[in-house]
């Protein structure tokens, strides 16, 4: 059984700075690329980020390139997301999941197969 | 940026009943890459449709995907009472991947 367990959320104070882990069991992990997806409260669900196994393809959105840093450690099963210079906006449940799809070159055609129960990353004074 | 527009907001149907969800995109979706998901409250995500019409593992088959271009449709033919949540669409054929915003399946 596939599983993706996030930690490292908390709160945190603007312009700050916080590391989620994601450690994943039940799977080939080095096998698949990964994702980090979020959710503001009482919203709908915004794409953060996306590595593939090794690392060699990774994407942002566009809002959040250069403020975070994706990821991962194959020999650990875990996969990072470095966030910096946080904001209220990020405020958000953030998930991990591993992807569907394949890489063709640069491009990256991933559906999210397998959902963490994410971590709450709360930015507030 | 390729947007997701889904219709309606709020579904609200019974038990045993029909569901008919429409993502439509602000461009064409190149190759059909669309996909559907269930969220229940306090709960991830879970896939239920990829390649805009195939069914991911252990999904009944009361639900089906359909569509190309920019419409597509997720319909779930007999509604059961697990079934009442909110579904999403999201692309992937560019960069970045979007989502809907969302549609509830209410209970009536």
């Known amino acids: 059984e596939v599983q993706l367990v996030e930690s490292g959320g908390g709160i945190i104070r603007p312009g700050g700075s916080l590391r989620l882990s994601c450690a994943a069991s039940?799977?080939?992990?080095?096998?698949?690329?990964m994702s980090w997806v979020r959710q503001a409260p009482g919203k709908g669900l915004e794409w953060v980020s996306d590595?593939?196994?090794?690392?060699?393809?990774?994407d942002y959105a566009v809002s959040l390139k250069g403020r975070f840093t994706i990821s991962r450690d194959n020999a650990k099963n875990s996969l990072y997301l470095q966030m910096r210079s946080l904001r209220a906006e990020d405020t958000a449940l953030y998930y991990c999941?591993?992807?569907?799809?394949?890489?063709?070159?640069?491009?990256?055609?991933?559906?999210?197969?397998?959902w963490g129960r994410g971590t709450l990353v709360t930015v507030s004074s | 940026e390729i947007v997701l527009t889904q219709s309606p907001g709020t579904l609200s149907l019974s038990p045993g009943e029909r569901a008919t969800l429409s993502c439509t995109a602000s461009q064409s979706v190149s190759g059909r890459y669309l996909a559907w998901y269930q969220q229940k409250p306090g709960q991830a995500p879970r896939l239920l449709i990829y390649?805009?019409?195939n069914r991911a593992t252990g999904i009944p088959d009361r639900f089906s995907g359909s569509g190309g271009w920019t419409d597509y449709t997720l319909t779930i033919s007999r509604l059961e009472p697990e079934d009442f949540a909110v579904y999403y669409c999201q692309q992937y054929a560019t960069s970045p991947r979007t989502f809907g915003q969302g549609t509830k399946v209410e209970i009536k």
């Open positions: 039940g799977f080939t992990f080095d096998a698949y690329g």
């Open positions: 590595i593939d196994w090794n690392g060699g393809n990774i």
């Open positions: 999941a591993r992807v569907g799809g394949y890489c063709s070159g640069s491009r990256c055609l991933y559906y999210f197969d397998s």
């Open positions: 390649d805009a019409s």
